[in-house]
């Protein structure tokens, strides 16, 4: 299984132009092509980042479409893809609304990409937000945190067995037993789903109240002395250098030195995983600016 191991700090990014919500969007993401959405995981494949993430909606409500955007790529088709492309990157959901499809259907997905990627799958979980988008789907949102506590046991046994109540599925993941499954959100709930399984990934920026929280129900799980990934959101976002022109909002920016210290600085000492973005002006240079950070920022991340 996946593990950062102890003492090491990694990085990874939540991909642009996969998800468009006018929120975060930059406006060159609307015209950029499959092909610019490739060539900056490329850039993260070589540049040493410990994964890179796709979201995950399966359809907008009307009245959210303005903030939110529609244009969602399905998350385990796009990782599908960006694994034949990359060689050795991880590839995360952030999150998978687990409860959106039957458990079998989700681990038989997260199956066949750890397998075709050659074990570099990263279950990233989530409990969902948008109440409109369950009734959709016809999933209660009010039950939605029971749902993912059951469908989260039924997913972690089906990717860990061939057989589930005498139906098999093969071809079995890479990992073993299993792909590392992270769970996202900072509610209590979440902190305790994340605490009994591999990973956490805070709603944004970590606190050490939430760190604080995760390790007492950690001790409760028992796996108090078992590796863990702990991430962090990183705000604002990054420019390596000095930007080109006026930024769309404040960023960290300068030497890789002062880069690398601000974004220590952002977080508890607990945190092992950042998350980075990069606020650009184009594809190549979101592409540019993935692999500065990798190669120059990432070595001199260490506490």
Known sequence: MIEIPSGTITF?????????????????????????????????????????AVCDHIVIPRDKADAMGLWWQDCLTTLGWLAAATKNVNLLSHVYVLSYRHPLVAAKGFETLDHLSGGRAIAGIGAGHVETEFDALGVSFAERGALLDRDLLAFAHALENTYVDDMGSLPRPAQSPRPPIWIGGSSNPAIRRAARNDGWLPQGPATQDGIDRLMVEREKA????????????????IYVGMPKSERRQPCISGSPEQIAEAVL??????????????????????????????TQVGPLLTR
């Open 12 to 52: 990874g990014t939540q991909l642009p132009v996969q998800s468009q919500s006018s929120l975060y969007a930059a406006p060159w993401e609307k015209d950029a092509s499959p092909a610019d959405l490739l060539e900056i995981a490329k850039a993260a494949d070589r540049s040493g980042y410990f994964y890179v």
């Open 222 to 237: 028992g796996k108090a002395d078992q590796p863990m990934a702990i991430g962090h959101v990183v705000i604002p976002y």
């Open 265 to 294: 600085a952002t977080a508890p000492a607990a945190v092992n995983q950042f998350q980075v973005k990069f606020d650009t002006d184009s594809a190549a240079e979101y592409a540019e600016q993935v692999e500065a950070f990798g």
